[in-house]
């Protein structure tokens, strides 16, 4: 049944959740800021950062914006490829 005067939920694109910039958490906006001006620094894309984590281009755009607080693993994943102790990317961030 359709309702004329309803409101829709905003579309979801498959499988990528929308998260709104308002509601991420400011520790890991600044994590995901982290990660990606040491990738950059690096002179490395995402995918390359991906193939030494063996993460997912995704995880590393939702990691990178702040869209996810990562995982223990996936932050001493990170920290390995990046070759910095993982304290390097969490100090301060609190």
Known sequence: MFCIGCQLP???RWGV???D???RDPAAVALG???RALRQTRGWSRDQLAERTNLSHRTLVYLESGG???TLRTLLLVAEALEVRPGTLVDDLA
């Open 17 to 19: 959740p929308s998260v």
């Open 33 to 35: 800021a982290r990660v």
């Open 21 to 23: 910039p308002s509601r």
């Open 10 to 12: 905003p579309p979801v």
């Open 68 to 70: 996810v607080s990562p």
